[in-house]
């Protein structure tokens, strides 16, 4: 058997999200079957993030073993004839050893949240950024986004659902800068909890807007409460960035 790594790219709207779901269609689903429709082998993808329904990825790395005698090159261009029309790209392809694994091997990943801060209805960035009309601070929400960088209790922005035996995270990066109408998040972390980002993201565009105080993210996070978070941020204005690995 063979391990090859690969790098996805792909538009999340059409998918319930990275992992295989039994109601709808998912990105794994759709790299496996492209890879049994080549080697007549079944095969199950891993991944270094979940990713919820509508998310993106500019650079998720991915990794399956296959038994068939295949150059990485071939195998990439094989799969991407085999995906379309569904928007998932393979960027890179390449055999690794057999005890990297794309998860747990994975000491790092990054994310960056996309913000259309403007009244015109969106056309190119349609179901790929959230529209925020009302002006937004984006000071201000890069001073609250500190209070959250460090190793917290993050109960407040953890998802019901999340199934993180711990609500303790450590967050590398938490920045919010502006790039013309487009307010842009990046978060950095060794992994995160389920809605994390989005959660954070939020309750930031509640602060920009004026609604929340700079000091109120800090307070939100101490409660250790979901009753305590201002809102979630929509699916769609959120790109997996990175997965990072030891040298």
Known sequence: MTRFALTLEFDGTPFFGLQRQPHG???QQAVEQAAQRITGEEVILASAGRTDTGVHALAMRSHLDIAKDIAPFRFMEALNAQLRPDPIAVTACEIVPDNWHARFTCIGRRYVYRIANRRAPLTLEKDRAWQVAQPLDERAMHEAA????GLHDFTTFRSAHCQSASPLKT???LDVERDGER??????????????VRSMVGCLAL????RWEVGRMAKAL???DRQELGLNAPPHGLYFVEAIYPQ
């Open 25 to 27: 269609p998912s990105v």
């Open 171 to 173: 967050l590398d990066r």
């Open 183 to 196: 307010v842009l998040i990046h978060a950095a972390a060794r992994s995160f909890l389920h809605h994390q």
């Open 146 to 149: 500190q209070a959250l960088v």
């Open 222 to 224: 101490t409660a250790r």
């Open 207 to 210: 602060v920009g807007m004026g």
